[in-house]
């Protein structure tokens, strides 16, 4: 079986191009939103909240897509409702209606995720999982190190035309849609459950899980807890002396790192181990998060971003397809979904935890005490839970 197959390439490119629409607009948004009248506190409590419906909404429609036994349906409806939400905030300005829109745009995802992942798990075997999720991690990544650099360019010859942005970021998004209606569900001997499905029936999963799936997403649930938003450290690279356009350089930076080094230690992951390369990714975090509480160095900061792009190259895919391997093939949306609805909340809580200890203890102790519960997850997992070669089929 060819490692990167066709379905592979195609869901690969359909997320470099929604990345590069999304991130292109990330660092901008805020600002934008800011020169229509938006308050802090409200951006803070729109994000929060639109977070929270994507969040949930991967549960519930992973497992809608394991009941059907259909998986690009869901990824092209998602990706679809993701790049039409784009031009739609030049639109509106109103509170109400940019919560409508944001809405869109994260339900977006919380359709598309399960069904995408398990639909990239089936054209996986045992021994080139994390391959296969570390190349994917890897495009997407050059969407957000594409889009970042595009508004940057833009934006340095046209400062503040912030609206225009919002209609170009419309066009990599519809490259993903048509890209996206070239994928075909494979004929699988699932039978469909006609049973009806509550917004909120995917947490009975939970239950009926193995409790090797529990162990393993409790583990990277509590690592969640601790792993704020991107945001904390982008703020400590402006405290150390960054102005804005660098502070989105360094963004993009660590987006490259990423992306280089996402689909290498994939592969070296099938080798030696999923869950090995995913503890390995959590000694470098927390590495990372005790410099940043140790130094205001700019160039020391500018190289933990070096290691930031390595942790996150060595977590975010594998997970994915640890969570694959330890759930049976009609579950696998459901797995994913469930674990992505908890993960979106619990991170949403680590957000407020962290801004929290900032406001209270300043910015060494935020980092101080990430670090050191993300040392307490690493005991975890290497006491704990089992090596997560085997794949259940």
Same mark, same amino acid.
């Given at each position: 079986?060819? %490692?990167?197959?066709?379905?592979?390439?195609?869901?690969?490119?359909?997320?470099?191009?929604?990345?590069?629409?999304?991130?292109?607009?990330?660092?901008?948004?805020?600002?934008?939103?800011?020169?229509?009248?938006?308050?802090?506190?409200?951006?803070?409590?729109?994000?929060?909240?639109?977070?929270?419906?994507?969040?949930?909404?991967?549960?519930?429609?992973?497992?809608?897509?394991?009941?059907?036994?259909?998986?690009?349906?869901?990824?092209?409806?998602?990706?679809?409702?993701?790049?039409?939400?784009? %031009?739609?905030?030049?639109?509106?300005?109103?509170?109400?209606?940019?919560?409508?829109?944001?809405?869109?745009?994260?339900?977006?995802?919380?359709?598309?995720?399960?069904?995408?992942?398990?639909?990239?798990?089936?054209?996986?075997?045992?021994?080139?999982?994390?391959?296969?999720?570390?190349?994917?991690?890897?495009?997407?990544?050059?969407?957000?190190?594409?889009?970042?650099?595009?508004?940057?360019?833009?934006?340095?010859?046209? %400062?503040?035309?912030?609206?225009?942005?919002?209609?170009?970021?419309?066009?990599?998004?519809?490259?993903?849609?048509?890209?996206?209606?070239?994928?075909?569900?494979?004929?699988?001997?699932?039978?469909?459950?006609?049973?009806?499905?509550?917004?909120?029936?995917?947490?009975?999963?939970?239950?009926?899980?193995?409790?090797?799936?529990?162990?393993?997403?409790?583990?990277?649930?509590?690592?969640?807890?601790?792993?704020?938003?991107?945001?904390?450290?982008?703020?400590?690279?402006?405290?150390?002396?960054?102005?804005?356009?660098?502070?989105?350089?360094?963004?993009?930076?660590?987006?490259?790192?990423?992306?280089?080094?996402?689909? %290498?230690?994939?592969?070296?992951?099938?080798?030696?181990?999923?869950?090995?390369?995913?503890?390995?990714?959590?000694?470098?975090?927390?590495?990372?998060?005790?410099?940043?509480?140790?130094?205001?160095?700019?160039?020391?900061?500018?190289?933990?971003?070096?290691?930031?792009?390595?942790?996150?190259?060595?977590?975010?895919?594998?997970?994915?397809?640890?969570?694959?391997?330890?759930?049976?093939?009609?579950?696998?949306?459901?797995?994913?979904?469930?674990?992505?609805?908890?993960?979106?909340?619990?991170?949403?809580?680590?957000?407020?935890?962290?801004?929290?200890?900032?406001?209270?203890?300043?910015?060494?102790?935020?980092?101080?005490?990430?670090?050191?519960?993300?040392?307490?997850?690493?005991?975890?997992?290497?006491?704990?839970?089992?090596?997560?070669?085997?794949?259940?089929?």
């Amino acid at each position: 079986m060819k %490692p990167i197959t066709r379905t592979v390439w195609i869901l690969s490119l359909v997320s470099l191009f929604t990345d590069m629409a999304s991130e292109m607009l990330y660092p901008i948004i805020p600002i934008y939103l800011k020169s229509i009248g938006f308050s802090i506190l409200l951006i803070g409590i729109l994000e929060g909240l639109v977070e929270a419906v994507a969040g949930l909404s991967k549960g519930y429609f992973g497992q809608l897509s394991d009941s059907k036994a259909k998986r690009a349906p869901f990824v092209q409806l998602g990706y679809s409702l993701s790049a039409i939400s784009k %031009p739609m905030m030049a639109f509106f300005v109103y509170p109400i209606y940019i919560f409508f829109v944001r809405t869109i745009d994260r339900l977006g995802k919380g359709i598309r995720t399960g069904a995408r992942d398990a639909m990239l798990s089936a054209e996986t075997t045992k021994a080139n999982k994390g391959k296969v999720f570390g190349f994917h991690r890897s495009m997407d990544t050059f969407g957000a190190v594409l889009g970042p650099a595009l508004a940057l360019i833009y934006l340095y010859y046209y %400062p503040a035309d912030y609206i225009n942005l919002f209609y170009i970021a419309f066009i990599p998004g519809v490259l993903a849609v048509v890209a996206s209606l070239l994928l075909k569900d494979k004929k699988v001997e699932i039978v469909a459950e006609k049973k009806k499905l509550s917004f909120f029936s995917f947490l009975n999963y939970w239950k009926q899980s193995s409790s090797e799936y529990r162990k393993v997403v409790l583990g990277l649930l509590f690592f969640a807890l601790f792993n704020s938003s991107d945001v904390f450290l982008l703020l400590k690279a402006k405290d150390a002396g960054l102005d804005d356009t660098w502070v989105i350089g360094i963004y993009i930076f660590y987006n490259l790192i990423y992306a280089l080094t996402a689909f %290498p230690l994939g592969s070296f992951a099938d080798k030696i181990g999923l869950k090995k390369m995913f503890v390995f990714g959590l000694i470098i975090f927390s590495l990372v998060y005790f410099g940043m509480s140790l130094t205001t160095n700019l160039y020391a900061i500018i190289a933990l971003f070096f290691g930031y792009g390595i942790y996150a190259a060595a977590t975010e895919g594998i997970s994915k397809a640890w969570i694959t391997n330890i759930s049976k093939e009609k579950d696998t949306a459901t797995a994913v979904g469930t674990y992505s609805a908890f993960q979106s909340i619990i991170a949403m809580i680590a957000s407020v935890m962290a801004g929290l200890l900032w406001f209270y203890f300043g910015a060494n102790v935020t980092f101080f005490v990430s670090a050191f519960a993300t040392l307490l997850v690493v005991l975890y997992f290497l006491g704990n839970v089992s090596s997560a070669k085997k794949n259940r089929r």
